[in-house]
């Protein structure tokens, strides 16, 4: 068959076949056997010249033969609007979710293989989200890319999200032919970065499960969707009753509440950094707190690679994966790794950061991360005043709100220099509740001179504050080895609860971020026990998405089972005195040169 604009006359079956069509030699559903027996099923894309070919390699739940466009309509159409350079050059017959577009790929002679994994897509099984199963079939289906007649045994990993998460975790297991990954907002801890923030259960997982997974399980069949290319179901050809989808498939939110600390359990889903030796291009997004950019920045500083890089952006998740901007700079580090081209990546800075402005994103090389010239600055809680200052306050002072309320807020007064804000931060705490614990949720803010918040387009919520961080307060024990002033480190393996009343030290981090504050505004730290709300209007609804977008996206902690009103629906206290000085610790960054307005950037 050849190059089509249209869907393709519906194939017979979902058996292996090949076909010419769009400048690419495409074979669908390509059977992988694991080392249990079960058989994957991928689709691959290359050139049509017979040659062997590096691969670009992804494994995980969405469907592969699902279209964006048909899976995630209202997130296609708002990138797709946006960013015309995404659509050009593309029929866009072969877009999927958080993967490569092969059209943009295979004439750079770049074989293309997406895997649907175990329980997913085409692939039968059952379905266990990042489990040491899952991660030895991603192993495995490196292993065999590499062995075949087309491939030149050289294997790169690439892909968003989940597709980015698990390649930390299969990079633990050092797969010979692993040459190369671009691990784009991939998170990295299951505890940490995932599913329970600072100690407290996040909802999104369940909830995701529901929309984005069970959607796509093998057996969905006339359920579910059907490829608009080839015709055919997406979720394999067996249509089965939702009894028996249930029993072939972990119940994810039941297994994240059974593991509330840090145990075997969540560190078999999480990388072994030490054993991360692929050379990577880590890419972090700046307003994806709640998942996206914190495993990116412990990956690049933690890992053993030698060759590691760290580039940092802002706007929807999504989008600059597949602008020009993310595809030719992923294309240069593949080029470099996987054909061996002598491009200079090698040479260039290790850190490419889009500093965010109130209006824009400035592009700037650095070395290190950290940036090394950072001036950590404290800015000490006034009890009295509501200020943030740099001179520490005097005299003993209780300030209360109630937990589920709004909090209390602290502001700098106007700035009187624009000031640079990137990197992590953390807050130091000291706190007392009417009950056994408390929920801790800190917003890092902006604000402007008449007291109107600036928020940002965040990785997925339209109206994002620059940080947050979240700790609960029987989770406070730090890991000493792992803990730094800016990124204190907690063990998460023991519960303390609290005496009525007695004050603890909390120490708080607060995800990596980037922002410019400008002269005028002021800097505010929201400390209450409850997830963020926007003030202003909604960001409305997404189609893979249950909530409404308020401010945290679909990255919430409002679960009851969680967080039951006896304990976690109490009175907060912050105290401040001898020896109880709170403080936020900033990462004010001096100038260091000029640099180039770059990237637009959608403030709200």
């Given at each position: 068959m050849t190059s089509v604009g249209h869907t393709r006359a519906r194939a017979a079956?979902?058996?292996?076949?090949?076909?010419?069509?769009?400048?690419?030699?495409?074979?669908?559903?390509?059977?992988?056997?694991?080392?249990?027996?079960?058989?994957?099923?991928?689709?691959?894309?290359?050139?049509?010249?017979?040659?062997?070919?590096?691969?670009?390699?992804?494994?995980?739940?969405?469907?592969?033969?699902?279209?964006?466009?048909?899976?995630?309509?209202?997130?296609?159409?708002?990138?797709?609007?946006?960013?015309?350079?995404?659509?050009?050059?593309?029929?866009?017959?072969?877009?999927?979710?958080?993967?490569?577009?092969?059209?943009?790929?295979?004439?750079?002679?770049?074989?293309?293989?997406?895997?649907?994994s175990r329980g997913c897509g085409c692939s039968p099984g059952f379905i266990d989200h990042f489990s040491p199963r899952e991660t030895k079939d991603f192993y495995d289906c490196i292993e065999w890319a590499a062995a075949q007649p087309w491939s030149n045994g050289k294997v790169g990993l690439n892909g968003i999200s989940y597709y980015a998460i698990n390649q930390w975790h299969v990079a633990s297991l050092e797969p010979p032919h692993l040459a190369a990954m671009c691990v784009w907002e991939g998170a990295a801890d299951w505890y940490r970065d995932m599913t329970h923030h600072g100690g407290i259960v996040c909802t999104f997982w369940e909830n995701w499960y529901d929309m984005q997974v069970k959607t796509v399980q093998y057996g969905a069949g006339e359920r579910g969707k059907r490829s608009r290319v080839h015709g055919e179901l997406v979720c394999g050809p067996h249509t089965l009753s939702e009894e028996e989808l249930r029993k072939k498939r972990s119940a994810l939110g039941e297994g994240i509440r059974a593991h509330p600390l840090d145990d075997a359990y969540h560190r078999a889903r999480s990388p072994v950094w030490s054993k991360i030796k692929t050379p990577f291009l880590s890419a972090a997004n700046w307003g994806g707190q709640g998942l996206h950019p914190r495993g990116n920045f412990e990956g690049f500083v933690r890992a053993a690679s030698k060759d590691k890089w760290l580039e940092a952006h802002g706007i929807e998740h999504w989008t600059h994966f597949y602008t020009d901007y993310g595809r030719k700079l992923q294309l240069r580090f593949f080029d470099h790794f996987l054909h061996g081209k002598d491009n200079g990546f090698d040479r260039h800075p290790r850190v490419l950061l889009q500093v965010r402005h109130i209006d824009k994103f400035v592009e700037r090389d650095e070395n290190e991360w950290p940036l090394e010239r950072t001036k950590w600055t404290k800015l000490y809680l006034h009890a009295r005043s509501g200020m943030l200052e740099r001179k520490a306050p005097a005299g003993k002072a209780v300030v209360q709100f109630e937990a589920l309320g709004n909090g209390a807020t602290f502001l700098t007064e106007p700035l009187t220099q624009d000031t640079e804000i990137t990197g992590p931060s953390a807050v130091k705490l000291f706190v007392s509740s009417s009950t056994e614990d408390a929920d801790l949720f800190v917003v890092l803010r902006v604000f402007k001179g008449?007291?109107?918040?600036?928020?940002?387009?965040?990785?997925?919520?339209?109206?994002?504050?620059?940080?947050?961080?979240?700790?609960?307060?029987?989770?406070?024990?730090?890991?000493?080895?792992?803990?730094?002033?800016?990124?204190?480190?907690?063990?998460?393996?023991?519960?303390?609860?609290?005496?009525?009343?007695?004050?603890?030290?909390?120490?708080?981090?607060?995800?990596?971020?980037?922002?410019?504050?400008?002269?005028?505004?002021?800097?505010?730290?929201?400390?209450?026990?409850?997830?963020?709300?926007?003030?202003?209007?909604?960001?409305?609804?997404?189609?893979?998405?249950?909530?409404?977008?308020?401010?945290?996206?679909?990255?919430?902690?409002d679960d009851p089972r969680d967080r039951p009103l006896d304990i976690f629906g109490g009175v907060t206290s912050l105290h401040f005195g001898a020896g109880r000085r709170p403080y936020l610790l900033l990462p004010i960054i001096p100038a260091k040169k000029a640099a180039t307005p770059n990237l637009p950037n959608r403030r709200k």
């Open positions: 079956s979902h058996e292996h076949r090949s076909e010419v069509g769009d400048g690419m030699r495409i074979d669908w559903d390509v059977p992988i056997e694991m080392d249990d027996g079960l058989v994957l099923r991928a689709d691959i894309f290359r050139p049509v010249k017979d040659g062997r070919y590096p691969v670009i390699l992804s494994y995980g739940p969405y469907a592969k033969g699902l279209a964006f466009q048909d899976g995630y309509p209202s997130a296609w159409q708002r990138m797709a609007d946006a960013h015309p350079d995404v659509t050009a050059g593309s029929s866009n017959l072969y877009q999927s979710w958080e993967v490569v577009d092969p059209e943009k790929w295979v004439p750079h002679d770049y074989a293309c293989v997406r895997v649907d008449d007291l109107s918040e600036v928020v940002f387009q965040g990785a997925i919520d339209p109206h994002t504050p620059v940080g947050q961080g979240w700790l609960r307060a029987s989770h406070r024990r730090l890991d000493k080895r792992l803990s730094t002033p800016y990124r204190p480190y907690h063990t998460h393996d023991r519960i303390e609860p609290l005496a009525q009343n007695q004050v603890v030290e909390l120490d708080i981090e607060i995800w990596p971020t980037s922002v410019v504050v400008p002269a005028g505004h002021r800097i505010g730290l929201t400390i209450r026990g409850k997830d963020y709300v926007h003030a202003g209007p909604s960001g409305g609804k997404l189609s893979n998405f249950k909530n409404e977008l308020t401010g945290c996206g679909p990255f919430l902690h």
